[in-house]
């Protein structure tokens, strides 16, 4: 294990998050705020930073287990270290809401335990919504763009960090990877947070909401989410875009190319749409009499489907009390997530694909005992050690599951409740059904849940492996 290399990229990870905090920093001072709870936290951060950079490795070497380290260690410190200005200002007095606020922040899940969001400093909402943004991405990918580690090892950090079954790159160097992965998510959240000033949107509202989109997170200004806007186009521009972030961005990236042919064909593309128009439609028939027609059904129906197959979690209705049929598809879309390669949360559609496909794979093998199916996605052969992957990380989130939901089960609400807490935590959603839905928060949670339900977050952004590794013993061992 490479100790010193690990401490060395952590102190850059924590210089980078120091001067992201300068951002919000200029909010609060633009609104003339106090921003000591900045001034302070970016001054503890950077210190630290500065103290672990200096610590020079022997070797730049990068292998699995220092990738997987790295990721895992370094969204704890973010997640502590981030907490800091919301306790320092009082906006949320608890250290431990804290962490939880700011690990939904960055894992992307959007669950909350504010009653009173209007009331945060602008300083605070502006940290709290872009922490959607930094994480979306992820952060050790931003150090990848802008930071030269050593060659191609570095790839076992974009492993680590970038969801799905498998990760390439999209250029030869993992670097120029980084940094076009950057380019189309900035572009992207520029281009929505355009489309939301046209819709009538403050500059800030705008854009905190298109951070919030970006980073498929959830977070907004308002305690009634997008549905305090009242407005169609706003929903309908959220509806795209929420999509758009669901989708593997290597996709974008063959599309800028030129590659037309081939990011269309893109199998996982298909499904994603089609059970996106198919959930959608099927909800909107089901609340059409709730809402005065089909058409006008449509829009909120599409709104929801979009919102929880892409973990985004914005509202603008009380899916809650919609008929069972909805509320079983919605809790089925939390589960299935979105693609491979997105700012999306849950098991992944390119999962989903290829785990079907081997059930009927071995269906068929039961009849006709002597054949070979090969299991093949977008035309290509799926390796053993791809579809083994896939078994494994299905057996391990559905028990981290089950093991969340019974942890949370002793503060005694309904199973309801904490069933869909622990899917919205784990699939990085943000609402769920009952005392959690959208016009609920996790407020009610004992301290003893709430960690439960922080550390869930983080082993569903990180899909698990980054933080289960942390505590094998056989993970720190010198060879």
Not at 206 to 219: E, I, K, P, R
Request: proline share 3%; aromatic share 12%; glycine share 10%.
């Amino acid at each position: 294990m490479n100790y010193r290399m690990i401490c060395h990229v952590l102190g850059y990870v924590l210089l980078i998050i120091a001067a992201l905090m300068f951002l919000p920093l200029i909010a609060g001072l633009w609104y003339r705020e106090n921003v000591l709870n900045f001034v302070i936290t970016i001054g503890c951060t950077a210190v630290l930073g500065f103290i672990m950079t200096r610590i020079k490795p022997r070797s730049q070497t990068l292998f699995a287990r220092e990738g997987f380290a790295i990721v895992g260690i370094s969204w704890l410190l973010m997640s502590l270290l981030g907490a800091l200005p919301f306790v320092i200002c009082g906006d949320i007095p608890s250290y431990i809401d804290a962490v939880f606020e700011t690990a939904s922040g960055f894992t992307t899940t959007g669950a909350s335990i504010l009653n009173d969001i209007e009331g945060l400093s602008r300083g605070c909402m502006f940290w709290r919504s872009f922490t959607h943004w930094i994480g979306g991405m992820g952060m050790l990918v931003f150090l990848m763009a802008v930071m030269p580690l050593s060659g191609e090892h570095s790839m076992h950090i974009m492993r680590a960090e970038v969801p799905g079954p498998t990760v390439g790159k999209l250029v030869p160097r993992v670097k120029k990877t980084a940094k076009i992965l950057y380019l189309i998510y900035f572009g992207m959240t520029v281009l929505e947070a355009v489309l939301l000033l046209c819709g009538g949107m403050s500059f800030f509202d705008a854009l905190l909401h298109a951070f919030a989109t970006a980073g498929t997170g959830g977070f907004s200004t308002r305690g009634a989410s997008i549905g305090a806007f009242d407005s169609a186009y706003i929903d309908i521009v959220c509806t795209v875009f929420m999509i758009l972030f669901g989708v593997n961005f290597n996709i974008y990236f063959l599309l800028l190319i030129g590659k037309f042919k081939d990011a269309l064909s893109s199998e996982e593309l298909r499904v994603f749409f089609a059970v996106i128009v198919s959930a959608a439609v099927i909800i909107a028939i089901s609340i059409s009499s709730m809402y005065g027609g089909f058409f006008k059904a449509l829009r909120y129906s599409f709104f929801n489907v979009a919102t929880v197959i892409s973990t985004t979690g914005f509202g603008n209705a009380d899916f809650t009390k919609w008929p069972a049929v909805a509320q079983c598809l919605l809790v089925t879309l939390m589960l299935m997530g979105s693609c491979a390669g997105s700012t999306g949360g849950g098991i992944k559609v390119s999962r989903i694909i290829v785990v079907i496909k081997a059930a009927f794979a071995d269906i068929a093998q039961m009849i006709f005992p002597r054949s070979v199916t090969a299991i093949r996605l977008d035309g290509k052969r799926v390796s053993q050690e791809t579809l083994r992957a896939c078994y494994t990380y299905f057996s391990i989130y559905i028990v981290t599951l089950v093991a969340v939901t019974i942890c949370i089960s002793f503060d005694g609400f309904d199973v309801t409740t904490n069933f869909t807490a622990a899917v919205s935590c784990l699939s990085n959603i943000g609402p769920g059904l009952s005392l959690v839905g959208p016009a609920g928060n996790f407020a009610m949670f004992s301290v003893f849940s709430k960690i439960v339900m922080t550390l869930a977050m983080l082993l569903g952004r990180l899909e698990i492996y980054p933080l289960l590794v942390l505590v094998m013993p056989t993970m720190w061992r010198r060879k």
